[in-house]
């Protein structure tokens, strides 16, 4: 009797002789929609409009430049200027890197706001003064 290495995987071909083929298509819900865009501090605001499940259309924002910040004294908005990202507490980096991400501490024309909006979800940043 001769021993000896034996292919064990599966056949490219079925019982009936016919070829093996894939089940289904790979469907675009299952590729997961790539990497996270997370918005930067930019010269501008830049927003980029995409469809989303069912239909709708989501606005994100890729470039921030203005907050709209709450100021609790006076009880009302200010469009501020963000000058810079002081601190973010989901990750020390995105501060270093300019990222933008709900919580974030940044630095305005106006003072210090923290970000309340979700900025890569709702296309606009939205923040309350913490002076």
Avoid: C, H, W
């Avoid at 469907?27 to 409009?49: S, T, Y």
């Avoid at 000058?83 to 940044?106: C, E, L, M, Q, W």
């Amino acid at each position: 009797m001769k021993l000896g290495a034996f292919y064990k995987g599966g056949d490219l071909k079925k019982p009936s002789g016919g070829k093996k083929r894939r089940v289904r298509r790979t469907k675009k819900k299952a590729l997961g929609g790539g990497p996270p865009q997370i918005p930067k501090l930019g010269e501008n605001d830049v927003r980029v409009v995409e469809r989303v499940r069912g239909g709708n259309i989501k606005v994100r924002m890729r470039e921030a430049r203005f907050a709209n910040v709450y100021v609790p004294k006076e009880k009302r908005y200010v469009k501020a200027r963000i000058v810079s990202i002081v601190s973010t507490p989901a990750n020390p980096d995105y501060a270093r890197r300019n990222f933008i991400v709900k919580g974030a501490v940044i630095q305005t024309e106006v003072g210090k706001a923290v970000v309340t909006s979700r900025p890569g979800q709702d296309g606009v940043i939205n923040a309350v003064l913490i002076e």
